[in-house]
T-cell receptor
Framework: LAKTTQPISMDSYEGQEVNITCSHNNIATNDYITWYQQFPSQGPRFIIQGYKTKVTNEVASLFIPADRKSSTLSLPRVSLSDTAVYYCLVPSSNTGKLIFGQGTTLQVKP | GAVVSQHPSWVICKSGTSVKIECRSLDFQATTMFWYRQFPKQSLMLMATSNEGSKATYEQGVEKDKFLINHASLTLSTLTVTSAHPEDSSFYIC????????????FGSGTQLSVL
């Protein structure tokens, strides 16, 4: 299983773009990179998933360089409701297991 | 997106009793389900993996006789905390996926268990 490392916490202000970078040095060839968001006392919510280059959906973008050893989640124009813990995960391509690291606690201030 | 329903959302029980938590995939067939527990201000810890029709695989340190997992159908998995004690109080979260169709992993809303 690829281990992930991301900053423990980040602060931002409403309306700003937030970029959270995650490193996954031992990612395997078939592994995808997935990001989840979790609010207190709720289950994690899927945000975005990618394999390489750039993926964009209605809530975020995911940038993955050619070597795939890192990825950056980009949240455009954050609001107070984006305050949450964000997890970068690499599911095992063999078992589908998701092992959670510490995640990044994002605090959005007014 | 896919929906995973988890019940109950919270439960309070007396020490020594057993508690069952249900996890259902509502709009897809879940070939694989994972059970996690989460303590306050900590990350999710994987407890076990269950594949439909076979015995669950437990992570190291998780007692299989304490946490009984059943995955009898493609839409339902249950976790039973047997003879619960206060130290079992935690937030339990299930997740489900269909590995045959490369379905993403979706999570239930979690169950807060408080053992008195």
């Amino acid at each position: 299983l690829a281990k992930t490392t991301q900053p423990i916490s980040m602060d931002s202000y409403e309306g700003q773009e937030v970029n959270i970078t995650c490193s996954h040095n031992n990612i395997a060839t078939n592994d995808y990179i997935t990001w989840y968001q979790q609010f207190p006392s709720q289950g994690p919510r899927f945000i975005i998933q990618g394999y390489k280059t750039k993926v964009t959906n209605e809530v975020a973008s995911l940038f993955i360089p050619a070597d795939r050893k890192s990825s950056t989640l980009s949240l455009p124009r954050v609001s107070l409701s984006d305050t949450a813990v964000y997890y970068c995960l690499v599911p095992s391509s063999n078992t589908g297991k998701l092992i959670f690291g510490q995640g990044t606690t994002l605090q959005v201030k007014p | 997106g896919a929906v995973v329903s988890q019940h109950p959302s919270w439960v309070i029980c007396k020490s020594g009793t057993s508690v069952k938590i249900e996890c259902r995939s509502l709009d897809f067939q879940a070939t694989t389900m994972f059970w996690y527990r989460q303590f306050p201000k900590q990350s999710l810890m994987l407890m076990a993996t269950s594949n439909e029709g076979s015995k669950a695989t437990y992570e190291q340190g998780v007692e299989k006789d304490k946490f009984l997992i059943n995955h009898a159908s493609l839409t339902l998995s249950t976790l039973t905390v047997t003879s619960a004690h206060p130290e079992d109080s935690s937030f339990y979260i299930c997740s489900a996926t269909n590995r045959a169709t490369n379905e993403k992993l979706f999570f239930g809303s979690g169950t807060q268990l408080s053992v008195l």
